[in-house]
């Protein structure tokens, strides 16, 4: 078993929706969370750092933890075609120099 | 402030032949990641600097991959030699210092090996 499984999609939804993208993972180590946007040919890049359990808002961009069933979600409200991209889960624990492990990626497109 | 640089950005090679990748980190960012990226995965880590002293090279098969970090700035990656399986980007990040609450990696545009 993967220590973070993740769905690779693809998922196509039509602009203006809103997206649900997520995680599960294994290790009840993690405490740190995040969402990372990855363009096609481009290196990822950080959209959401989470600490431990709860919600966290950044305009149009919602994530949420759930340690006590080892789930995390990325929600997009109002969806736009340049959110197109592949989005990646990563989570590490909490001391030390601890690696992030990543999921395996979900490919989005947003239809205009 | 300029982002983390990787050169070259595509590479090309037969079975068997060595390729070396480079990455220029942040300016001040102590720490440093090497993470390979396979088509249609999440990136793993390779190998994570702490300034020019290694931290985690669990990952790193040692046999054909090895890294370095001169002077605790730029570092280069290499593979020698290759195999097929090694056709992947290869993602350079780096952090203000691991171990930090709220460490924050910023990657690279990484370097997109093939291997025929």
């Known amino acids: 078993q993967k220590e973070v499984e993740q769905d690779p999609g693809p998922l196509s939804v039509p602009e203006g929706a809103i997206v649900s993208l997520n995680c599960t993972y294994s290790n009840s180590a993690f405490q740190y969370f995040m969402w990372y946007r990855q363009y096609s040919r481009k290196g990822p890049e950080l959209l959401m750092y989470?600490?431990?359990?709860g919600n966290k808002e950044d305009g149009r961009f919602t994530a949420q933890v759930d340690k006590s069933s080892k789930y995390i979600s990325l929600f997009i409200r109002d969806s736009q075609p340049s959110d197109s991209a592949t989005y990646l889960c990563a989570m590490r624990g909490f001391q030390g120099a601890q690696k992030l492990v990543f999921g395996q990626g979900t490919r989005l497109t947003i239809n205009p | 402030e300029a982002g983390v640089a990787q050169s070259p950005r595509y590479k090309i090679i037969e079975k068997r032949q060595s390729v070396a990748f480079w990455c220029n980190p942040i300016?001040?960012?102590?720490?440093l990641y090497w993470y390979q990226q396979i088509l249609g995965q999440g990136p793993k880590l390779l190998i994570q600097?702490?300034?020019?002293?290694?931290?985690?090279d669990s990952q790193l098969p040692k046999d054909r991959f090895s890294a370095e970090r001169l002077k605790g700035v730029d570092s280069t990656l290499k593979i020698q030699p290759a195999k097929l399986e090694d056709s992947a980007v290869y993602l350079c990040?780096?952090?203000?210092?691991?171990?930090?609450?709220?460490?924050?990696?910023?990657f690279g545009p990484g370097t997109r090996l093939t291997v025929l």
């Open positions: 300016s001040g960012h102590a720490t």
């Open positions: 989470t600490y431990s359990s």
């Open positions: 990040a780096s952090s203000l210092e691991s171990g930090r609450d709220r460490d924050t990696q910023y």
């Open positions: 600097f702490q300034n020019n002293g290694v931290v985690d």
